[in-house]
């Protein structure tokens, strides 16, 4: 699959690549380079998303739902309304990342690493900040 001019594959490499509002449903992108990318509004329910690198990215508005991020660098990603709902965020890094607003329901969260993260949603509240 090409989308504005990016190949989208596993490991594929899309630092800074704009890929706003895009259709990627159901995709893999295990993974894949994505520091800095655009993915700002992107539809992304139900991708593979496991171990992708997204330091940096921009995710607002996107929709995770039932997503694999499983082991990804979300290191400093704006995830501010990102639909996360029932997504696979196990052993993520989170450290900097803006979940302001972000739907949290159904998220598996054990093992992710939060420091210095922007968390809005009062069920976390308990979550140890490495």
């Known amino acids: 699959m090409i989308v504005n001019g990016h190949k989208i594959e596993p490991c594929a490499i899309l630092k800074g690549a ?8 159901y995709v893999n992108l295990e993974g894949a ?6 993915l700002k509004g992107t ?14 990215a921009n995710l607002e ?13 979300l290191k400093g990603a704006n995830l501010k309304g990102a ?3 029932d997504a696979n965020l196990r ?10 607003g972000a739907d949290l329901r159904g998220t598996e ?9 922007i968390i809005d949603d009062p069920r976390l509240i308990h979550v140890d900040q490495a």
């Open 91 to 100: 052993g993520s890094i989170l450290i900097s990342a803006d979940l302001t």
């Open 83 to 85: 639909d996360l709902s």
């Open 43 to 56: 539809n992304l329910k139900g991708t593979n998303l496991k171990g992708a690198y997204l330091v940096g």
């Open 109 to 117: 969260l054990d093992g992710a690493i939060f420091k210095n993260t």
């Open 33 to 38: 380079y994505l520091v800095g990318a655009n």
């Open 61 to 73: 508005g996107a929709d995770l739902y039932g997503a694999d991020l499983k082991g990804a660098n």
């Open 18 to 25: 704009n890929l706003e509002g895009a259709d990627l449903r």
